[in-house]
């Protein structure tokens, strides 16, 4: 199989361009999910301090022998835990489960701009960043305003910005946003999330084109979430598929093909709008 190809962030930081995502994963299927990630040439992989499973990733990590530095390992801040203080202790919360002295990746999972503690949180981030603990920051799930708010009131932009985005949501407007900004996209419900992938991976368009080009359908999308120059973390929890999402740097893609895959777009979200999100 071809390497994973990586792309360069805003401060220089190489970051795979697929990995596996562990959102609803327990903590016992997350260390079994990520070995056989691992074993299959998976470096990057994403979790949250809420997912309630960096335990499973670390034991993972720890039984794989691969070395540290060739792993990208990505977490989140809840958003109980927004304010400068608590965003720093919800950083060392994560490090101490996962069993890590570092972090590759750290982000804040939403805005909640209801509560007005994201840039506080931002700062809280940029601390540990200074300090040498984790290799980027990021947000998800901001919106431009959001991040416009950051840029005015912080100092370092974002390197990643995380969101829902796959066929049916596009998302080209903060796409061009994130570009002109210097800031990675990384696509979250790539394949349309659980309870919704079957209705897309069987959309006549996206069997077709596995057809033209000997795939699967989920391969179909996640081919094109990176020629997209999309990060893409989709999460399965079957060895088989694991290895099938995995298996899509052998083909191309045709733009027309690209072209036709971006036309499902509906603009409507199938997860919550940030600016009304406030899990708690
Ligand atoms: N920042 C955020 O707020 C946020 C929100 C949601 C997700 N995320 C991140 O993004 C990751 C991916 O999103 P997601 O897990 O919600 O959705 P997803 O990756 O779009 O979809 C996962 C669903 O697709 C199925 N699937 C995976 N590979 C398949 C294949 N090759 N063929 C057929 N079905 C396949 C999975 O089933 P099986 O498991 O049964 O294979 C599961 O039901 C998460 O795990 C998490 O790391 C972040």
Redesign the pocket.
């Known amino acids: 199989m071809p390497a994973t190809p990586s792309v360069t962030l805003n401060n220089g930081v190489s970051m795979p361009q697929l990995g596996l ?4 994963m327990p903590h016992k299927q997350t260390a079994q999910n990520v070995s056989v990630a691992f074993e299959n040439g998976y470096r990057l992989i ?3 301090a809420a ?1 309630q499973n960096e335990e499973g990733v670390g034991e993972a990590v720890r039984k794989s022998g691969i070395p540290r530095d060739e792993l990208f390992i990505t977490s ?1 801040l809840w958003n109980a835990d927004h304010g400068y203080d608590n965003a720093i202790r919800g950083f060392e919360a994560s490090l101490q489960k996962l069993g890590l002295d570092y972090l590759d990746l750290y ?1 804040v ?2 805005p909640v701009p209801m509560r007005g503690r994201a840039t506080e949180t931002w700062k809280g981030l940029e601390q540990v960043y200074k300090d040498g603990r984790v290799r980027a920051i990021g947000v ?2 901001f919106k431009p305003a959001h991040i416009e708010r950051l840029l005015q009131e912080t100092e370092i932009v974002p390197a990643v910005l ?1 969101i ?1 985005l ?1 066929p049916t949501f596009i998302q080209g407007e903060v796409r061009e946003y994130a570009q002109d900004h210097g800031i990675q996209v990384e696509s ?8 919704n ?1 079957e209705g897309l ?1 069987h959309l006549p368009l996206l069997t077709n084109l596995a057809k033209k080009h000997g795939k ?1 359908a ?2 179909i999308i996640l081919r094109w979430h990176t020629q997209l120059g999309l990060v893409v ?6 060895p088989v ?1 694991i290895k ?2 995995r298996n899509i740097f052998d083909f191309e893609l045709d733009q027309e093909d690209i072209a036709a895959i971006s036309a499902l777009d509906t603009g409507v979200r199938l ?1 919550p709008d940030p600016d009304t999100a406030n899990f708690r």
């Open positions: 995502g562990v959102f609803l994403d979790t949250a997912y989140k982000l999972h939403w998800s799930n995380q829902e796959h979250w419900y790539p394949l349309g999330g659980q309870g992938s991976l699967t989920a391969q973390i989709p999460k399965s929890s079957h598929r099938e999402n997860g």
